[in-house]
């Protein structure tokens, strides 16, 4: 099937910094990406969907000035956690397809905010 | 909640029997997927249903869909202790919403 890398896999950082995220799509263009959030023995909760060159849609609860998403072209977007605190520490895996087809995953980022 | 419901939400079996996950959703979908997830990793995409199939076969996999019902199911088959791991379905309409999820444990 279709590439999706994520990049890190694994990120400690300090309480008030900001991390990136990136998700790739790397044999296919992807025009939605999708971004979820997973806590330990959970399911996934989709936080946003992005279609490239317009704005992200966020779910409700999600807060969009806190977790930034990019999407600046057809295989790449990008998910930054804003002054991350410990509680933003979760495991972040993107998704991405072309149109209705189905979609392909990353590996997903371990965050962990110390 | 944008989650569909999966039952149960942890199966154990020893292995060589059959497993079988339940899914059930609320909205519209096109089509219907399931995930293998094992622990602390990425997602494997293992079959993709649409709305207008009722069931689909890929190797030990077999998995049903009723629209009417709004509701999917997954059996594995002949289960290896390597077929341990979580499953989601994941129900596509425009967004892509995952279940809760089963926890399946196969006993060697």
């Known amino acids: 099937g279709a590439v999706v890398s994520q990049h890190p896999s694994r990120v400690i950082c300090k309480s008030g910094t900001s991390v990136k995220i990136e998700c790739r799509s790397l044999?296919?263009?992807?025009?939605?990406m999708f971004w979820y959030r997973q806590f330990p023995k959970q399911s996934l909760m989709l936080m946003a969907t992005s279609n490239e060159g317009s704005k992200a849609t966020y779910e409700q609860g999600v807060e969009k000035d806190k977790f930034l998403i990019n999407h600046a072209s057809l295989t790449l977007s990008t998910l930054t956690v804003t002054s991350a605190h410990p509680e933003d520490s979760s495991f972040y895996i993107c998704s991405a397809r072309w149109g209705n087809t189905e979609a392909f995953f990353g590996q997903g980022t371990r965050l962990t905010v110390v | 909640s944008q989650q569909g419901e999966e039952d149960p939400q942890a199966l154990s079996i020893q292995e060589g029997e059959n497993a079988t996950m339940n899914c059930s959703y609320k909205?519209?979908?096109?089509?219907l997927q399931w995930y293998r997830q094992n622990s602390g990793r990425g997602l494997v995409h293992l079959i993709l249903i649409r709305s207008n199939e009722r069931e689909k076969h890929s190797g030990r996999l077999r998995v049903t869909l009723d629209t009417s019902k709004k509701s999917s199911s997954l059996l594995i088959t002949a289960s290896r202790a390597a077929d341990t791991a979580s499953y989601f379905c994941?129900?596509?309409?425009?967004?892509?919403?995952f279940g809760t999820g089963t926890r399946l444990t196969v006993i060697p």
């Open positions: 994941a129900t596509d309409g425009n967004n892509l919403f």
């Open positions: 909205t519209s979908i096109n089509n």
């Open positions: 044999d296919f263009q992807a025009t939605t």
